[in-house]
């Protein structure tokens, strides 16, 4: 992980933190609060004052854009209606696109009235050489319908923005001075705090304040040991409709008290094709090849283990996978695949890994049986020679069919060997 | 250096190993060995933790490498060693990257570390281009030049290595994104085709210091490649960077290249990879737009990468068909001393031990006391007489005897500041020396004239009893021999002004010990002594001697041999020793807490002759 996306309440609280330091002329007071299921609102409002004075503006504040078009925004209310139409929306199902998840944050800010042709837009991204700053004066959800209308500014990676003709890369307008002054400030903010995406859309200028209507931003989380004291509590949420299985929140839970690597997606239990796969870079492949050969629709999981977990460990991964996949016999009797893959370990002690994994097979002997589990085997490294022998040894304790490989078979093989699809 | 732009590494690279990672050094020697290199691979090590010298075995030799304080000073040392190796956390790779690249001697950085911040990564590339040197990495295993360099750990065991050919340089120039594919890539490249010449993992990061398209165009410009092959993924546009140079003529030999990830289109939401830069955020960075602008461009793409070994070996054999590819005389590949430990592991070695230790053991989960885990001492309350009787007497003494210990050493701790060994671990601690070398300095006086009484007493007494003497023999004959009695007399106390210690010990012996028949032989010896004067008591240094004795016979758990060598060897010097230096501890600190000056002796207190 590197890129995470923080709410807008965040995005906004830093901005109004750290901003005003490069600005001159007008500022931004940055009056945004937060409202989560906890919230009590007269603490609240007693920390934000304002609350109780001014018309205000709700919104989801969930990582999900385009509020206003799917109705979710409430403009010019007071703070009793506000609560009313958080009351409304909290913790109901929302559904986006082919997405459903309960709504559970919303970003309260004061309500400001403005023209719809001031709305500006402006954006930060990163290249690899350069930052590019993506500003035009027809902010709004149709920039990209408008795209001939945003001027890119380079600002070289070695390079400071200080060292930039950013009046000269526009074009001459009302306001410009203070455009441009914002340009500047916000990518001193951008690099100081280690942003890689920020996108302030629209925003206007009123009185002489700068105020962001939308604000969306990512972090580089791997600078937390230089930024995190800036960033302050900040919180990574998970993407909206985001839902971890029972299964997935224990194999999440497995993976952060280990130095290993745990993972574990259920892409869809229904499916036939069950992948215990060692190593982040081959468990991609396995997927892809399945996928490629065409029975992603029958892929239930995807994950991987790595890093030398313990014997307990891969024990717990694989029991876990193996109850997931023998909960019901497939309703047609069709046969399903258990591919235990990988390439060949750097310095991982195979057989050792494979303990744990022959374990948990040997417990759930009578429910592989029963759903027809046929297992495909294919690894290489140290020890491997011991660990496929120790499983060619538990097909025949077993009573299932096992098939077992090794670096002289092509990594993916046994996918089209389990599926078909190619000899 | 002759070495031509394209190569990075040859037979005669040298690095610095920047952090102090014993394993991987240990590996480059080991494949710097079986590669038949004449000299070893790793210059110098960077330990900002100080300088000195690393051993390590080169073959079956063992060898010194000096260890630096700074990158500077390694590279200002080994101007030959154009390659740094930097194990630094992601913390500090940025910073000693840029140390790095600020030596010209430096060429080549292969920086380890995951979670290097973007900006930082970008700021170290462009820098590193710049400059025209190549960073490979942040988060990659390192890389390899078969026959020649390794990196670190690149190429997992030498095993594989050899399996995988990676022992001699082949034709193939390969280059991918994912480190934790790289084994595999490289078995499955060397049976496809004569192997490998050049592999490297660039690192799964969204900005590499170096890129695909980079490493492919070092191979083109190299004559030794005849093919590539390039592992991409889903994410960044770096693929696209290839299409370029395959459309414009940048790249023209043949290139077998496959984008990881196809498999997103499968999945629900965006499925964030393991790789930060593998995020598909449009449709162009999708693995399937890849691969099909790849193809496009002329790139050898299969249909999965199931048939990534297939469509390699095909656009091999198409060229040795052509005549362009030279047979490999396979090299000799030295056998590599095994190590001492794996041999034992694998019983193939035993050698004879040069200790032997019976009353302790910290290689399990938790030291043992005579194979007791200490926790145990602890929940079953055994004191320090338990603890002693564990490792001094490897036995479970009956709580009596445990609690006898305790009483001796309750009784020995302090004699006062007079005594010669408080005197002189006070002298110490006044002359400004630390609390061992005055504690010891007190201990230094114990022995025959100070503190060696218990034991002394024990040993007299008992050979007398066991010789079966009187008590008027026993100290006549000691008068006869010239041997004060240890054990009997006191300075102030006697027989009407009895010494309480002594009398609480001999209670608490009669009361819990099973037998008395020493105490009673030397109370039937201080009736003779005391008959000639009033102050030749049993002293509590008898008294404690006499009593162990007994207790010790009393308490069954020695034979008679046992309690013999129990005196012979001091163990109740042992008792005074230990519960003596409490004392002694004491007056130390108590000296140092007072800041007493230095002492010295007054001139009116020597007789000068």
């Given at each position: 992980?590197?890129?995470?996306?923080?709410?807008?309440?965040?995005?906004?609280?830093?901005?109004?933190?750290?901003?005003?330091?490069?600005?001159?002329?007008?500022?931004?007071?940055?009056?945004?609060?937060?409202?989560?299921?906890?919230?009590?609102?007269?603490?609240l409002v007693d920390e934000n004052p304002w609350l109780a004075k001014e018309k205000l503006v709700v919104k989801p504040d969930e990582l999900f854009s385009k509020?206003?078009?799917l109705g979710l925004l409430g403009l010019n209310l007071s703070l009793d209606e506000v609560k009313a139409w958080i009351d409304e929306h909290m913790g109901k199902d929302q559904t986006i696109?082919?997405?459903?998840?309960?709504?559970?944050?919303?970003?309260?800010?004061?309500?400001?009235?403005?023209?719809?042709?001031?709305?500006?837009?402006?954006?930060?991204?990163?290249?690899?050489?350069?930052?590019?700053?993506?500003?035009?004066?027809?902010?709004?959800?149709?920039?990209?319908?408008?795209?001939?209308?945003?001027?890119?500014?380079?600002?070289?990676?070695?390079?400071?923005?200080?060292?930039?003709?950013?009046?000269?890369?526009?074009?001459?307008?009302?306001?410009?001075?203070?455009?441009?002054?914002?340009?500047?400030?916000?990518?001193?903010f951008f690099c100081d705090l280690a942003f890689t995406y920020l996108e302030i859309n629209p925003f206007v200028f009123v009185d002489n304040q700068v105020v962001p209507l939308?604000?969306?931003?990512?972090?580089?989380?791997?600078?937390?040991?230089?930024?995190?004291?800036?960033?302050?509590?900040?919180?990574?949420?998970?993407?909206?409709?985001?839902?971890?299985?029972?299964?997935?929140?224990?194999?999440?839970?497995?993976?952060?008290?280990?130095?290993?690597?745990?993972?574990?997606?259920?892409?869809?239990?229904?499916?036939?094709?069950?992948?215990?796969?060692?190593?982040?870079?081959?468990?991609?492949?396995?997927?892809?090849?399945?996928?490629?050969?065409?029975?992603?629709?029958?892929?239930?999981?995807?994950?991987?283990?790595?890093?030398?977990?313990?014997?307990?460990?891969?024990?717990?991964?694989?029991?876990?996978?193996?109850?997931?996949?023998?909960?019901?016999?497939?309703?047609?009797?069709?046969?399903?695949?258990?591919?235990?893959?990988?390439?060949?370990?750097?310095?991982?002690?195979?057989?050792?890994?494979?303990?744990?994994?022959?374990?948990?097979?040997?417990?759930?002997?009578?429910?592989?049986?029963?759903?027809?589990?046929?297992?495909?085997?294919?690894?290489?490294?140290?020890?491997?020679?011991?660990?496929?022998?120790?499983?060619?040894?538990?097909?025949?304790?077993?009573?299932?069919?096992?098939?077992?490989?090794?670096?002289?078979?092509?990594?993916?093989?046994?996918?089209?060997?389990?599926?078909?699809?190619?000899? | 250096?002759?070495?031509?732009?394209?190569?990075?590494?040859?037979?005669?690279?040298?690095?610095?190993?920047?952090?102090?990672?014993?394993?991987?050094?240990?590996?480059?020697?080991?494949?710097?060995?079986?590669?038949?290199?004449?000299?070893?691979?790793?210059?110098?090590?960077?330990n900002p933790a100080g300088a000195g010298l690393h051993k390590a075995f080169f073959g079956t030799e063992e060898i010194l490498i000096p260890i630096y304080g700074s990158v500077a000073e390694a590279a200002s040392e080994h101007p030959e060693a154009d390659v740094m190796i930097n194990f630094a956390s992601s913390r500090s790779a940025f910073p000693s990257t840029m140390e790095a690249l600020d030596q010209p001697t430096v060429r080549t950085i292969a920086v380890i570390a995951e979670g290097v911040p973007e900006r930082k990564a970008r700021i170290m590339a462009a820098v590193a281009r710049e400059r025209e040197k190549t960073i490979i990495g942040p988060a990659t295993v390192g890389g390899i030049a078969p026959g020649c360099f390794r990196v670190g750990n690149t190429g997992g065991t030498i095993e594989n290595i050899v399996s995988a050919k990676l022992n001699r340089r082949g034709t193939v120039g390969?280059?991918?994104?994912?480190?934790?594919?790289?084994?595999?890539?490289?078995?499955?490249?060397?049976?496809?085709?004569?192997?490998?010449?050049?592999?490297?993992?660039?690192?799964?990061?969204?900005?590499?210091?170096?890129?695909?398209?980079?490493?492919?165009l070092r191979f083109e410009a190299n004559p030794e490649i005849k093919m590539m092959v390039c592992l991409g993924e889903i994410g960044g546009s770096d693929e696209y960077r290839i299409v370029e140079a395959l459309e414009d003529g940048r790249i023209t030999k043949p290139l077998v290249a496959w984008a990881m990830g196809t498999c997103a289109k499968e999945f629900p939401t965006n499925l964030q990879f393991g790789h930060a830069g593998a995020k598909a955020s449009t449709e162009k960075e999708t693995a399937d737009a890849k691969n099909a602008a790849l193809r496009q461009a002329g790139a050898v793409v299969p249909d999965s990468y199931d048939d990534f070994g297939d469509r390699i070996r095909e656009t091999f054999k198409s060229l040795e068909a052509a005549g362009e590819i030279e047979p490999i005389v396979e090299p000799e590949v030295p056998e590599l001393p095994m190590d001492y430990e794996v041999a034992k592991r694998q019983g193939m070695v035993?050698?004879?031990?040069?200790?032997?230790?019976?009353?302790?053991?910290?290689?399990?989960?938790?030291?043992?006391?005579?194979?007791?885990?200490?926790?145990?001492?602890?929940?079953?309350?055994?004191?320090?007489?338990?603890?002693?009787?564990?490792?001094?007497?490897?036995?479970?003494?009956?709580?009596?005897?445990?609690?006898?210990?305790?009483?001796?050493?309750?009784?020995?701790?302090?004699?006062?500041?007079?005594?010669?060994?408080a005197h002189n671990a006070i002298i110490a601690a006044r002359a400004g020396k630390d609390l061992i070398s005055s504690l010891v300095s007190g201990l230094l006086t114990i022995g025959p004239r100070?503190?060696?009484?218990?034991?002394?007493?024990?040993?007299?007494?008992?050979?007398?009893?066991?010789?079966?003497?009187?008590?008027?023999?026993?100290?006549?004959?000691?008068?006869?021999?010239?041997?004060?009695?240890?054990?009997?007399?006191?300075?102030?106390?006697?027989?009407?002004?009895?010494?309480?210690?002594?009398?609480?010990?001999?209670?608490?012996?009669?009361?819990?010990?099973?037998?008395?028949?020493?105490?009673?032989?030397?109370?039937?010896?201080?009736?003779?002594?005391?008959?000639?004067?009033?102050?030749?008591?049993?002293n509590v240094d008898g008294c404690i001697g006499v009593c162990f004795v007994d207790m010790l016979r009393g308490s069954g758990c020695f034979t008679e041999e046992a309690v013999q060598e129990i005196i012979d060897l001091g163990y109740l010097n042992a008792i005074f020793v230990l519960g003596r230096s409490i004392g002694f501890m004491g007056h130390v600190l108590d000296q140092k807490r007072l800041k007493q000056p230095l002492y010295r002796h007054p001139w009116d207190d020597i007789s000068y002759l």
């Open positions: 992980m590197a890129r995470r996306a923080i709410r807008e309440y965040d995005a906004k609280r830093l901005l109004a933190k750290y901003l005003p330091n490069h600005l001159e002329g007008f500022s931004y007071p940055g009056e945004v609060a937060l409202v989560t299921p906890e919230t009590n609102w007269d603490a509020r206003g078009k696109g082919d997405l459903t998840d309960k709504l559970t944050h919303f970003l309260v800010e004061p309500f400001v009235p403005h023209e719809e042709e001031d709305e500006m837009f402006l954006a930060l991204r990163t290249e690899r050489e350069a930052d590019v700053v993506y500003f035009s004066l027809q902010g709004g959800i149709e920039i990209e319908e408008q795209w001939e209308t945003v001027t890119q500014i380079q600002v070289p990676i070695l390079s400071d923005i200080s060292e930039v003709d950013v009046a000269d890369a526009l074009t001459d307008f009302e306001g410009k001075e203070r455009v441009v002054l914002l340009i500047r400030a916000l990518h001193k939308d604000f969306v931003a990512k972090l580089d989380d791997t600078a937390a040991f230089e930024c995190g004291h800036k960033w302050g509590d900040i919180e990574f949420p998970v993407a909206f409709g985001t839902h971890l299985s029972a299964e997935e929140e224990y194999i999440r839970s497995l993976d952060q008290k280990t130095g290993a690597s745990l993972k574990l997606n259920v892409v869809n239990p229904q499916g036939r094709v069950w992948t215990l796969v060692a190593g982040g870079g081959a468990s991609i492949v396995y997927a892809d090849t399945i996928s490629d050969l065409g029975f992603g629709s029958e892929m239930a999981n995807y994950g991987e283990y790595s890093g030398n977990p313990t014997r307990e460990e891969t024990y717990e991964y694989t029991k876990t996978i193996l109850d997931l996949m023998t909960r019901e016999p497939d309703p047609e009797g069709k046969p399903k695949y258990l591919l235990i893959g990988g390439g060949i370990a750097n310095f991982t002690n195979v057989a050792k890994t494979f303990e744990g994994i022959i374990q948990a097979l040997e417990e759930y002997k009578e429910e592989l049986i029963e759903n027809k589990v046929r297992i495909y085997v294919r690894r290489g490294g140290p020890h491997y020679k011991e660990g496929l022998q120790m499983m060619r040894d538990l097909g025949e304790r077993l009573g299932v069919p096992i098939e077992v490989y090794g670096p002289e078979t092509h990594m993916t093989r046994i996918v089209p060997m389990a599926l078909g699809g190619k000899s | 250096m002759t070495r031509p732009d394209y190569e990075l590494f040859d037979r005669n690279t040298t690095a610095v190993i920047n952090g102090y990672h014993r394993r991987p050094i240990q590996r480059m020697l080991d494949f710097d060995y079986i590669c038949q290199r004449q000299k070893p691979s790793v210059a110098s090590i960077v390969f280059v991918a994104k994912s480190g934790g594919m790289s084994n595999e890539s490289f078995n499955s490249i060397a049976r496809h085709t004569n192997g490998i010449y050049e592999g490297i993992p660039i690192g799964g990061d969204a900005y590499p210091g170096s890129t695909l398209l980079d490493h492919l035993r050698k004879s031990t040069h200790f032997i230790c019976t009353i302790s053991d910290d290689r399990g989960e938790e030291p043992t006391y005579n194979q007791i885990p200490i926790s145990q001492v602890l929940e079953r309350d055994m004191g320090i007489g338990g603890v002693i009787s564990l490792l001094w007497f490897k036995k479970e003494l009956p709580d009596y005897a445990r609690e006898f210990i305790e009483m001796c050493l309750q009784i020995v701790a302090d004699h006062g500041p007079a005594v010669s060994g100070f503190g060696g009484a218990i034991n002394d007493a024990a040993h007299y007494f008992k050979q007398a009893f066991d010789a079966g003497q009187k008590p008027r023999e026993f100290v006549a004959d000691m008068k006869a021999k010239g041997i004060y009695i240890p054990g009997i007399g006191h300075r102030v106390r006697s027989v009407g002004n009895p010494d309480v210690r002594v009398t609480l010990l001999k209670e608490y012996a009669r009361e819990h010990f099973p037998s008395n028949d020493l105490l009673d032989f030397a109370l039937e010896v201080e009736k003779v002594t005391t008959a000639k004067k009033g102050n030749l008591i049993l």
